[in-house]
């Protein structure tokens, strides 16, 4: 859910976000519509890779 900017109360102690986990068969594209839907600038984001779990992702 995606909700309308407005100011709000902090509901508790998180202030940033650091990782988020997409299952996406198209995960380049899920990465795209994430960040142009948040404003969020991909050249910040570090690309992980699991060799246990078989996957790259950003």
Do not use: H, N, W
């Not at 909700?3 to 996406?24: C, M, Q």
């Not at 899920?30 to 600038?41: E, N, P, R, W």
């Amino acid at each position: 859910m995606i909700s309308e900017p407005a100011e709000r109360k902090p509901a508790g102690l998180v202030d940033f976000l650091y990782e988020a986990t997409v299952l996406a068969a198209d995960q380049a594209g899920a990465v795209k519509q994430i960040s142009d839907a948040f404003g969020l600038d991909p050249a910040t984001f570090t690309t992980i890779t699991s060799e246990a779990f078989g996957y790259t992702g950003c």
